[in-house]
């Protein structure tokens, strides 16, 4: 049995694939006829109630009860807030790593508020307790870019393993032993330029035995069962986002960046929303005067004058468009139904600014 299907409208670097299961059931209900999507601010935080401040690549990840985790903020420390934005505690700068190790980090929320981190570049789990002590942490055998966690410890790592048999493989089951088990997403293992190509996250589904992924190079979102089936593929053919056989590593100031998806969920009535960055209607390459040895990595302030956001609501079952708003706004990725976190400049410094989203009847804008 083949052990992935990719989309019908590979790109001739991918590898030819198969078929895909046929979805169960018919269309999504649409709650409109004509819908427009609103966007409504609800929300700052800039991390100095916690004696600290927000990092270009700081993230923020909503718990079960309501409450956000920010972090990694600058000083390397994360940060419990209340709903309402109260600062309540911060934690994490007991984790011991080594000086000037940069912090890239999944959160999950785990029950009673506990807290699931996950580490790159330690290439670890480690546990918080509600009361944010450090309980216990766990080894990982690969790098965890992407993670959902499953039941008995188990979790789904999208990352790139360099052993057999897990090697060219996007996605990976890790046990409660932190072994894998079992690697899919390809048919064969793919290459390195491949992998980094054919899938850049892992989205929890409302079905529990499944979850959303989607490319880097072209407009499509791919719904997967855990144990290693593609139940479903979404495609939206629009002429503003072509498909590509790799990415661009040029600056993006200097060099017109590609459009690609930064985030999918699925909403309450199961329809699909997207946020795609794409280049703004205007950009034109800029000079860069940063230091010449400095690593040429963007910075918040070129994507804030690079990039729009286009938000999407799709019913996935026909790839059908619901509904689509562009804003000249950063939008990054949703924590929850109908919010959204985007980052922007406040006084020069980087803040995190929650939306509440909507879809009501209106007349729609089409891209």
């Known amino acids: 049995m083949a052990r992935v299907i990719a989309v019908a ?40 109630s916690a004696g600290s401040r927000i990092g270009q690549f700081s993230e923020l990840y909503r718990l079960k009860s309501g409450r956000f985790v920010v972090g990694a903020l600058a000083d390397k420390s994360h940060a419990l ?19 000037n190790m940069p912090i890239a980090a999944r959160i999950i929320g785990g029950e009673r508020d506990s807290i699931y981190m996950y580490d790159n570049f330690l290439e670890r789990e480690i546990v918080f307790s509600p009361s944010l002590k450090t309980v216990r942490s766990r080894s990982l055998p690969i790098t965890p870019f992407s993670v959902l966690r499953l039941p008995n410890d188990t979790l789904l790592i999208l990352s790139r393993s360099d052993s057999a048999p897990a090697s060219g493989y996007p996605f990976h089951i890790v046990d409660g032993a932190g072994r894998i088990t079992r690697s899919f997403g390809a048919d064969y293992p793919l290459t390195a330029d491949q992998l980094y190509n054919a899938f850049s996250w892992v989205v929890p589904s409302r079905d529990s035995t499944a979850f959303w992924t989607f490319h880097r190079n072209r407009y499509a979102i791919e719904k997967w069962s855990i144990d290693g089936h593609r139940l479903l593929s ?7 986002f072509p498909p590509r056989q790799r990415e661009s590593d040029a600056p993006i100031r200097a060099v017109k960046p590609q459009p690609r998806i930064v985030s999918v969920w699925e ?9 795609v960055s794409v280049p703004k209607v205007d950009w034109k390459p800029t000079v860069q005067r940063r230091p010449r040895d400095e690593e040429d990595l963007p910075t918040l302030e070129d994507m804030m004058m690079v990039y729009d956001s286009i938000i999407e609501v799709i019913e996935p079952t026909t790839s059908r468009l619901v509904a689509s708003s562009r ?11 109908g919010v959204v976190v985007g980052m922007r400049l406040q006084a020069r410094q980087p803040v995190l600014q929650l939306r509440q989203v909507v879809l009501e009847s209106g007349p729609s804008r089409r891209h």
Do not use: M
């Open 9 to 48: 409208s590979v790109v001739a670097a991918l590898p030819l694939l198969c078929s895909a299961q046929a979805p169960r059931g018919g269309a999504t209900q649409v709650p409109c006829t004509s819908c427009v999507i609103k966007l409504t601010p609800t929300l700052t935080i800039d991390g100095r």
């Open 267 to 275: 909403g309450d009535h199961g329809l699909l929303w997207t946020i």
């Open 327 to 337: 804003l000249s706004d950063l939008l990054g990725y949703f924590v929850a139904d």
């Open 81 to 99: 807030y209340e709903p309402n934005g109260a600062f309540v505690a911060r934690f994490g700068s007991d984790v011991k790593r080594e000086k």
């Open 234 to 240: 979404v495609q939206r053919d629009v002429d503003w």
